[in-house]
């Protein structure tokens, strides 16, 4: 363990009813409240808004934050204490990593942009061939008529 640095990973939802530029300002606001306690960031991410398992305070969705920071330890009780006093935090959960410290990811838009245009084009396809195979199956009852000069046509 020589080698490996412990670092912390700060997971904390936000409510999905908050306008973008409030979810930024909260990011920032316990970005550099962690600086201000005596930890470092080394990466900070936005999820985005995504289905809650269960209902908390009666919301369905949240606003996923994930927050890797290196520090003493002393930090994580200062910053969730900030988190559990405000009202837009639902909820928060930090872990002790052990490991190579996380790098930010570049992000890889032109690569994922050229894959998405592929993959509709084969999707479309197939999906023009799915209902031609269900309406050949046999039928039975009195709209059969109807349906079988629709194929036909």
């Known amino acids: 363990m020589t080698n490996q ?64 920071h290196q520090g003493d330890g002393q930090h994580i009780f200062k910053i969730e204490k900030a988190m559990r006093l405000s009202e837009d935090v639902i909820r928060y959960m930090t872990v002790k990593q052990e490991g190579p410290l996380p790098s930010p990811r570049p992000s890889t838009k032109s690569s994922t942009k050229t894959d998405n245009k592929e993959t509709p084009e084969t999707k479309v396809e197939s999906k023009e061939k799915q209902p031609v195979v269900s309406k050949s199956s046999p039928t039975t009852g009195t ?9 036909d046509s």
């Open 5 to 68: 640095q412990s670092y912390y990973e700060t997971m904390y939802i936000l409510r999905p009813d908050i306008a973008e530029d409030e979810v930024t300002n909260h990011i920032d606001k316990y970005n550099k409240l962690l600086e201000d306690f005596g930890g470092t960031i080394l990466d900070s991410q936005m999820r985005g808004k995504r289905r809650l398992a269960y209902q908390i305070a009666k919301h369905r969705e949240g606003i996923y934050v994930q927050l890797s």
């Open 143 to 151: 709209g059969d008529d109807k349906t079988k000069e629709n194929v």
